[in-house]
């Protein structure tokens, strides 16, 4: 890598916090209907895989994975297909777990892709009948939709499907595309052992997907009715590319093929339309691959099937949106979790790669050889995620011996996302964050923080929790975890910042080593307050944290959380030392002002234990008396 763009040089020191609601609808601009039905490449022609007989082209695809692709699959050849049973499904509604309905449709995909990925690896039909037990067993099913989508997508609004149920959600999609791979690859194989397993998988998958696609305008996530809505999410492109490549391997009817393309693009355009311009993780780290990866695919899907024709891999929104999950990731193990994410990196360094690799980026493409020896990438274990499977084992020689390196950006800030990072050389990384409390999988957190000392989190926010019911209900900000007191930002008069799109940053102000947010738009009216500007300075080994406040009245005196974990402990008045992983940290704050206490908080969610170990802390520092304006500084200095 010969050098490190700043992302967006143009950036504004000063935000005016806007959304990105522009009509560019890139896709639609790019071909007109007529022009798109006589570029299809048909009959899958547009298939660049090896067919099923060429033992050579999938020697040569497998390469030295081969054997551990076998051998995994040899795992499945006595396994018992799970039954998803009536009570699991309606436990949704009487308790919100949607937990056992997850897990067991995706231990039976898992199944099915190993199956189908050994069989394709080794060509000989050992892994066929066992594969074809799987398909045949899931075709029985009533619905592949989960018992939580279900109850908001369905015709019936109950968690329990009914038969000739329709839904499209991720789950039913991922299953669509992946059955139509193995229908591509071996259809002609099981009609050598009975021709209806070929003819019942086919309609199945028309019905469930094909079908129900070209005639249902009314799923939220297709973005065709923004009635009340201020953003789409990772389901939109997620949902589209499954429905295209179900489209391009099994429709050959050319006028249906077109319609389900079409469709398709305009309901991109609209996720493109009301996406951040700059590409920001709004989500959390966790979607990009749900979000920026799908749209990846996607768009490499419309560009084979269209020969070319159609291209968005030059638009910057693209590349902004490749290089997102780079810059805000901490070593190549930790990633800035703002919103419903884990602390640790979930990416794959194939996927990064193919995306840099068709927008021409370096740093993408760097960040993935050196994160691929970070981390090697596992080629033997697929998921329904087959395509990606079958792509990343595609080009895993390539990025092993790639010479390509990786230096992060000390400072990337995204203009309409509103999240800063900045970086010093003595080891200090600092995300903070502005925007809106209206953002998909949203937490309460506007002004908050992460601070990592040597590639390592020491002051936190806490991410995902396992999902229930509660989570995307009416009550999911009655989970600690989602509040702003629980996140690294002050309680003013009492109050917490509250949810909503109306409840957001101003006078943002950015640069290297320096930002400020006024947070005080982000309470409520109880909260009376005025101003809060919450500003971060990164100085060598230390950051400078203040909050300069104006209160309408002063009601109950200010308090300042930090989420920390590790050890922690009171060392003295006015200092509090953190060690964590090896790195040692010290919070020195204004004894004189604040008084500071040290609360214990036990995780019991099991997806919290499992990124943070059995237990977090929060430092409260309370203001010593009531005051109406003022101003508090803190310290945390790298040991």
């Excluded at 009314?218 to 429905?243: E, I, K, S, V």
């Excluded at 009531?626 to 040991?639: A, D, E, M, V």
Aim: negative net charge; glycine residues 6%; charged residues 20%.
């Amino acid at each position: 890598m010969k050098r490190v763009l700043l992302f967006l040089s143009f950036a504004l020191c000063v935000s005016l916090n806007a959304k990105a609601f522009a009509e560019r609808n890139y896709l639609q601009k790019a071909i007109s209907y007529e022009d798109l039905k006589k570029s299809l490449v048909l009959n899958q022609k547009w298939v660049t895989f090896p067919d099923y007989q060429d033992r050579e082209g999938w020697d040569a695809m497998t390469g030295k994975y081969k054997e551990a692709i076998i051998k995994h699959g040899e795992g499945y050849l006595d396994y018992e297909w799970k039954i998803l049973k009536a009570m699991d499904y309606i436990a949704y509604e009487t308790t919100g777990e949607r937990n056992t309905i997850e897990f067991t449709l995706d231990a039976n995909n898992r199944a099915i892709s190993g199956l189908l990925a050994a069989e394709l690896a080794e060509g000989k039909g050992r892994f066929i009948p066992q594969l074809i037990n799987g398909l045949f067993h899931t075709c029985e099913m009533t619905s592949w939709v989960l018992s939580a989508h279900l109850v908001n997508l369905s015709y019936s609004r109950r968690s329990l499907p009914e038969k000739g149920d329709n839904t499209l959600d991720l789950p039913q999609g991922a299953m669509s595309h992946m059955f139509a791979w193995a229908y591509y690859f071996l259809h002609e194989e099981f009609d050598k052992i009975q021709p209806e397993i070929s003819r019942r998988l086919y309609q199945e998958i028309k019905h469930r997907e094909l079908d129900s696609y070209l005639t249902r305008d009314d799923f939220n996530w297709l973005g065709f009715d923004m009635t009340g809505r201020n953003y789409l999410n990772n389901w939109t492109p997620y949902c589209n590319t499954n429905a295209l490549f179900t489209f391009m391997l099994l429709e050959n009817d050319p006028e249906r093929l077109a319609q389900g393309i079409w469709k398709s693009m305009r309901s991109m355009d609209q996720y493109l339309n009301y996406s951040n311009g700059d590409g920001g993780l709004d989500e959390g780290p966790l979607y990009w691959t749900l979000a920026a990866g799908r749209t990846f695919e996607y768009l490499n899907g419309l560009y084979m099937i269209t020969g070319g024709a159609v291209s968005l891999f030059d638009v910057p929104q693209i590349r902004n949106m490749c290089e997102a999950i780079v810059r805000s990731t901490i070593g190549f193990e930790w990633a800035v979790n703002f919103a419903d994410a884990p602390p640790r990196l979930d990416v794959g360094a194939a996927t990064v790669y193919r995306f840099g690799k068709a927008v021409g980026s370096e740093l993408a493409m760097g960040f993935a050889v050196q994160l691929n020896k970070f981390d090697p990438a596992s080629h033997s274990n697929p998921s329904s995620q087959f395509l990606q499977f079958i792509e990343d084992l595609r080009i895993a020689k390539e990025i092993e011996e790639s010479t390509l390196q990786y230096t992060p950006a000390s400072y990337t800030w995204y203009p309409e996302t509103e999240q800063h990072n900045m970086s010093s050389p003595e080891g200090i990384f600092l995300a903070a964050k502005g925007s809106h409390n209206g953002q998909s999988h949203n937490h309460n957190d506007i002004g908050s923080f992460n601070l990592y000392i040597d590639n390592y989190p020491v002051i936190i926010d806490m991410g995902q929790p396992t999902y229930t019911a509660q989570t995307f209900g009416k009550d999911r900000y009655s989970i600690w975890m989602m509040q702003s007191n629980y996140h690294n930002l002050p309680r003013i008069n009492g109050t917490a910042q509250m949810n909503g799109a109306e409840y957001k940053a101003s006078d943002v102000v950015t640069r290297p080593g320096f930002f400020s947010v006024n947070i005080a738009g982000a309470y409520p009216e109880q909260a009376k307050v005025n101003k809060w500007v919450r500003s971060y300075s990164l100085q060598g080994k230390s950051v400078k944290i203040s909050d300069q406040f104006s209160l309408a009245e002063a009601v109950e005196a200010p308090q300042i959380m930090f989420m920390t974990w590790g050890e922690v402990k009171k060392s003295s008045d006015g200092v509090i030392d953190i060690e964590t992983g090896g790195r040692k940290a010290r919070l020195k704050y204004d004894s004189n002002a604040l008084d500071a206490t040290v609360e214990t908080i036990v995780l019991e969610d099991p997806r919290l234990a499992g990124a943070w170990a059995d237990k977090v802390y929060r430092i409260v520092l309370t203001a010593k008396r009531n005051q109406i304006s003022g101003k508090f500084n803190y310290t945390i200095t790298k040991l």
